[in-house]
């Protein structure tokens, strides 16, 4: 079955610190796909960032980068250079790539991330 | 700004009202979502409308009745909610109904049922 865990309920540091939040994955195939989103207080759902399961090369944008390892079904999240407006919850989440899983998003319980001035 | 805009922002409603939700996307996506999401959890997928089908129906109770009139619309239709169905309501679009297609989020409705 597939899984998604965020250990890290909540995370807090200082702005300025870099921080990374843990992203862990399980499925059974060998072509899904794997999504970041941000929540701000707001409400709204903003995607960041999407990668399929034979694309392995970390990405970067800007202070965001993205570290997916197939061989630890990982794909954390790092935020360099913190900032206040980083502050949000953010979710990471699985969708398989076949028609049976009804290509849902499997999200994970989400990281709310401080971030102190 | 958003492409994907919902109203209302907010909205009370009593249990034996009837109100809808509304949500437009400005961006050609086949694809439309809604899901509901209680608080300091993720969101939970109700209903797929692709190419304005309704083809993903989440055993979602029947108070709730979701309404695709035209490719940029999506309604949720609400009749007789409970209290428990106070959350926040999102809607979303993308390209297509697969992972292929990132999903873009509306701001959400912040219902409560009293």
């Known amino acids: 079955a597939q899984k998604v865990t965020q250990a890290q309920t909540e995370i807090s540091v200082v702005e300025k610190e870099d921080v990374t939040l843990d992203c862990v994955y399980e499925t059974r195939d060998t072509t899904y796909y794997l999504f970041w989103y941000k929540q701000p207080p707001s409400g709204e759902l903003v995607f960041l960032i999407r990668r399929n399961s034979f694309d392995e090369q970390n990405e970067i944008s800007g202070r965001y980068s993205w570290n997916f390892q197939k061989s630890t079904s990982s794909f954390n999240f790092t935020i360099t250079a913190s900032q206040v407006v980083d502050s949000a919850v953010y979710f990471c989440?699985?969708?398989?790539?076949?028609?049976?899983?009804?290509?849902?998003?499997?999200w994970g319980a989400g990281t709310k991330l401080i971030i102190k001035p | 700004d958003t492409e994907v805009t919902q109203t209302p922002k907010h909205l009370v409603m009593g249990m034996t009202n009837k109100k809808s939700l509304k949500c437009e996307q400005h961006?050609?996506?086949?694809?439309m979502y809604w899901y509901k999401q209680k608080a300091k959890k993720p969101p939970e997928l109700m209903f797929v409308?692709?190419?304005?089908?309704?083809?993903i129906n989440e055993s979602v109770p029947s108070r709730f009745s979701p309404e695709c009139p035209n490719s940029s619309l999506l309604n949720l239709h609400l009749h007789a909610l409970q209290p428990e169905d106070s959350a926040l309501y999102l809607c979303?679009?993308?390209?297509?109904?697969?992972?292929?297609?990132?999903?873009?989020f509306g701001p959400g409705t912040r219902l409560t049922v009293t």
């Open positions: 989440a699985l969708s398989e790539a076949h028609p049976s899983s009804n290509y849902q998003l499997i």
């Open positions: 979303a679009s993308g390209g297509g109904p697969s992972p292929l297609y990132e999903q873009y």
């Open positions: 409308y692709s190419y304005e089908k309704l083809s």
């Open positions: 961006m050609g996506h086949r694809a």
